[in-house]
């Protein structure tokens, strides 16, 4: 995939190419629904309608989002939290977290004091090799 085609949103082909820093139009889109498809490449949503100027998306969550998409991962192999997606959040208040990589899987939300674990997701302690989950329940539950 080339840096400047994306993929996008709507039909999942790589047709999208950015006209500003994260707004992109897809052609294929826009030559199917007669009107130009636009979608924001940071959180991967249909861009805002009748927001026609200004490079920086309005929809709800946009930056949550598109840290719990990208593909950043913890690669420090000997962290307990070792290829976990770099960003979480938080099951409770869906504040967005990182691991310092230190120590055990375990954190505890700054923000509501949930403790939960980074791997998997439930609140912890968990301290054996439970199951390593993506972010995409919590993509869902954020539900935005
Ligand atoms: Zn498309
Ligand atoms: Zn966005
Ligand atoms: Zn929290
Ligand atoms: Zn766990």
Redesign the pocket.
């Known amino acids: 995939m080339s840096g400047s085609m994306l993929q996008c949103p709507r039909c999942q082909k790589c047709s999208g190419k950015k006209i500003d820093s994260q707004r992109s139009v897809c052609s294929a889109c826009s030559e199917e629904l007669r009107r130009v498809y636009q979608f924001c490449s940071a959180c991967r949503r249909e861009w805002p309608k009748g927001m026609t100027g200004g490079s920086s998306c309005t929809l709800p969550g946009c930056a949550v989002r598109a840290a719990l998409m990208s593909n950043q991962t913890i690669t420090a192999n000997t962290s307990s939290v070792f290829r976990c997606p770099f960003f979480r959040a938080?099951p409770?208040?869906k504040?967005l977290l990182t691991h310092t990589g230190w120590g055990c899987p375990n954190i505890v939300?700054p923000?509501?004091s949930?403790r939960f674990c980074f791997r998997c997701l439930k609140s912890g302690p968990c301290f054996s090799h439970c199951e390593m989950v993506d972010n995409s329940a919590s993509l869902r539950a954020l539900g935005v």
């Open positions: 938080c409770r208040c504040a939300c923000h509501c949930t």
